[in-house]
């Protein structure tokens, strides 16, 4: 069974910075795709970032580029969410969800924007609330 959890939520300053990890198990395909979301209450879901397991190739949602760095630490089948410069509209429920299986090759379903859309990806994750606040 495939699993996605996320660790790493908690309070922080405006301005500070956190890391948020996504621990995937349970997967027998050799290549697979980590997006990272989050929801504000009230909002939709928000695709955040993704990265392949495969080619490492990223992607970013213009409202965290330059910001925030995604990255891939295969021997442990886990993907980090480098959060910097955390304003007070960054506080929301984070997710990452894991996708196996592709409708077409996954580098060609990333490069489509699917890596970022709530709809398109497979197991999601728990969710860790991320507050910031003075």
């Known amino acids: 069974e495939v699993q996605a959890v996320e660790s790493g939520g908690g309070l922080v300053q405006p301005g500070g910075s956190r890391t948020l990890s996504c621990q995937v198990s349970?997967?027998?395909?050799?290549?697979?795709?980590v997006s990272w979301f989050r929801q504000i209450p009230g909002k939709e879901r928000e695709g955040i970032a993704c990265v392949s397991r495969g080619d490492g190739v990223k992607y970013y949602a213009d409202s965290v580029k330059g910001r925030w760095t995604v990255s891939r630490d295969n021997p442990k089948n886990a993907v980090e969410l480098r959060m910097t410069d955390l304003s007070p509209q960054d506080t929301a429920v984070y997710y990452c969800a894991v996708t196996t299986q592709f409708p077409v090759p996954p580098n060609i379903w990333s490069g489509s924007g699917s890596c970022l859309r709530p709809a398109d990806v497979g197991t999601w994750g728990q969710g860790t609330q991320v507050t910031v606040s003075s």
């Open positions: 349970g997967v027998s395909h050799p290549v697979w795709v």
